[in-house]
């Protein structure tokens, strides 16, 4: 706090808001619950206080869940507590970054925005991601109604076997519409140039997931009200529950790569903060 209150007092020699970056390490969120995290209490306590203070930068540093998809239902409450409690109530902006698309969901509570992308190390801040390893990366196609990626033929070809293209033909943008006209015609990725699953192959499918993903915060900033925003989230995240519920059962024998576990946590914790603030 000390360094943030010393950076207060050049503000007036600089344009701009000014937000302090905030990196917390997941063992604090992993101690206890938010209400009875005393640590993370007084950094909130302190941030609201600072009425110079334009806002937070916030990242989760992880450690014990090192997944693409924030899986921990303390930690993802957490971030609906900071971004409820700095952005509603203290009305400072939040900025959210290595959380994918789960900012989103901190959105609908009181964050301004969040960063994202393709790979991992855009992801998520984890120290794995500086290992000197270089990993495989193939072209996958995201469903923002299923909060998932799934590789361009080896699980849509799945998806179009099952009957089930309908159920995520919504996330299609320009650039996957050649994918899904193949798709519709019982061929596959294969037959699509900048759709094949080859390794690196995914320049495509990268511009594909953010113009979804843009789509979608464009879906939320159109809501001008905290509770249309909140209803968007809900009507979501509980939609999305239920379709990977579906899909859990209908691909039981012969399950998808992505990993879907990550929903379930969101809708339970998001439920959860709207019973508790009344929302």
């Not at 990993?135 to 070809?157: A, Q, V, W």
Request: aromatic share 12%; glycine share 4%.
């Amino acid at each position: 706090m000390k360094w943030i209150k010393n950076a207060l007092e050049l503000k007036s020699e600089y344009n701009g808001d000014f937000l302090a970056s905030l990196t917390i390490d997941d063992s604090i969120l992993l101690q206890s619950d938010f209400d009875d995290n005393t640590v993370l209490q007084t950094i909130l306590d302190n941030i609201s206080t600072l009425r110079s203070l334009d806002g937070i930068y916030l990242v989760i540093l992880r450690n014990k869940y090192d997944t693409l998809y924030q899986i921990s239902p303390r930690i993802a409450s957490s971030l609906l507590e900071i971004s409820y409690l700095i952005g509603i109530r203290a009305k400072k902006q939040v900025i959210i970054n290595f959380e994918d698309v789960y900012g989103l969901v901190c959105m609908g509570v009181g964050a301004d925005g969040f960063a994202t992308g393709y790979s991992t190390s855009k992801r998520k801040m984890s120290f794995s991601n500086f290992k000197s390893s270089f990993g495989r990366s193939f072209p996958k196609f995201y469903s923002h109604n299923l909060i998932g990626d799934f590789l361009s033929e080896t699980d849509l070809n799945k998806i179009r076997d099952n009957n089930l293209i309908q159920m995520i033909e919504d996330d299609k943008t320009d650039l996957s519409e050649g994918l899904f006209a193949a798709l519709k015609q019982n061929q596959s990725a294969a037959n699509v140039p900048e759709w094949r699953e080859t390794q690196n192959h995914t320049t495509t499918a990268e511009n594909n997931r953010m113009k979804r993903i843009n789509k979608a915060v464009e879906q939320i900033n159109d809501r001008d009200d905290s509770k249309s925003k909140v209803n968007f989230i809900k009507e979501w995240l509980l939609s999305a529950d239920m379709k990977r519920t579906y899909f859990s059962e209908r691909f039981e024998d012969d399950p998808l790569s992505d990993e879907s576990r990550h929903v379930r946590v969101w809708w339970k914790v998001f439920e959860d903060f709207l019973n508790k603030y009344n929302l």
